[in-house]
C-alpha cells in the first residue's frame, strides 16, 4: 500500500470513528444519546490511536494536515510529499463522514435540531467570537504538535506511541476542547462539513461557513508553531521559519480581532 493511501484510509477510519461517537452521543433514539463530553472525548482519543495503530508503519500516519505542515516546516518531511498527504487526508475526511452517515441513517429523520445533526460532522463554538476562536484551535493544535513530536523522542513509548497520542488527544479535549470542540485538525473538520453540505440528510440546515475557515486556520498556524517551537527550544535549532509564522499568526489574529468587533457590534445594532 502507498502512503498516499495509508494516509486516505488512516483518516477515514478517524473521521468513521470519532464522527461516529459524535453522531451516537448527539443524535436522538441513539443508545448513546446524551452520553456527553467526556464519552467524545474519549472517542476521539481512541480514534485516533485506532487509525496510527492502522497506518503508521504505512505513511506515517499524519492523518492531520496541520502535522504535515509543521513536519515539513522542520525538515522532518519533504515538502514535495505534502500536497500528496493533505489530499489523502481531506478525501479521507470526507469518506469517513460518508460512512457515519450511512451507519446512521435512520437517525438523522427523527433527529430534529439542525445543529445537533452538523455537530456529527464538523465543529462550532461555544460563543461564537472569531479572534477567541482562532486562539484556542491554535493553543490546543500547538500542544497537538508539541506533544506528539515530545511523546516521539521517549524512545520508552516505542509501540505505544499511537495509544499515548489517543491520549493527548483526550487530555486536549478534556482541557482545552469546550471553546470549540477542539478540531485541531482541517481535514476533520473541513472534510465532513463538505459532506455534510453535499449529503442528503433531512432538516440538516446551514453547514455555518461562515465559521468554516477557523478550524482551518488556527490549526494550520498552531501547528507550524508548535512544530517549529519544538525545533528552537527543545532542540536548539534556530530556525528563521518561527518568525515569519509568528508574524503571519500575529496578522490574522488582529483581523480576526478587527472581525469580532464588527460582529459584536452588528449584535448590538440588532
Known amino acids: 500500500m502507498s502512503a498516499f493511501w495509508g494516509e486516505l484510509i488512516g483518516t477515514m477510519i478517524l473521521t468513521a470513528l470519532g464522527g461516529g461517537v ?29 487509525a496510527a495503530y492502522s497506518v503508521g508503519p504505512i505513511s506515517g500516519a499524519h492523518l492531520n494536515p496541520a502535522l504535515t505542515l509543521g513536519l515539513a516546516l522542520i525538515g522532518s518531511f519533504p515538502w514535495a510529499d505534502v500536497p500528496s498527504y493533505v489530499a489523502a487526508q481531506m478525501i479521507g475526511a470526507i469518506a469517513g463522514a460518508v460512512i457515519v452517515y450511512l451507519h446512521y441513517l435512520q437517525h438523522w429523520k427523527v433527529t430534529d435540531d439542525p445543529k445537533a445533526k452538523l455537530s456529527v460532522f464538523a465543529t462550532s463554538p461555544a460563543v461564537y467570537h472569531p479572534f477567541s476562536n482562532l486562539m484556542s484551535e491554535m493553543i490546543g493544535t500547538f500542544i497537538l504538535v508539541l506533544g506528539i513530536l515530545a511523546i516521539g523522542a521517549n ?26 470542540g477542539y478540531a485541531i ?77 464588527r460582529s459584536a457590534n452588528r449584535s448590538v445594532s440588532m
Open 185 to 261: 485538525n482541517p481535514a476533520r473538520d473541513l472534510g465532513p462539513r463538505i459532506a455534510h453540505m453535499l449529503l442528503p440528510i433531512p432538516g440538516k440546515g446551514s453547514s455555518n461557513w461562515k465559521y468554516a475557515w477557523v478550524p482551518v486556520v488556527g490549526p494550520m498556524l498552531g501547528g507550524a508553531l508548535g512544530a517549529l517551537f519544538y525545533k528552537t527550544v527543545f532542540l536548539g535549532h534556530q530556525d528563521v521559519a518561527i518568525w515569519v509564522v509568528m508574524g503571519i499568526a500575529l496578522v490574522i489574529l488582529v483581523l480576526s480581532l478587527l472581525l469580532s468587533g
Open 155 to 180: 524512545k520508552f513509548t516505542d509501540g505505544l506511541n499511537p495509544l499515548i497520542v489517543g491520549f493527548l488527544i483526550v487530555s486536549i479535549g478534556l482541557s482545552l476542547g469546550g471553546a470549540t
Open 22 to 50: 459524535c453522531a451516537g452521543v448527539s443524535l436522538k433514539k441513539s443508545y448513546a444519546a446524551n452520553s456527553g463530553w467526556i464519552v467524545i472525548t474519549f472517542g476521539w482519543g481512541l480514534a485516533v490511536a485506532i
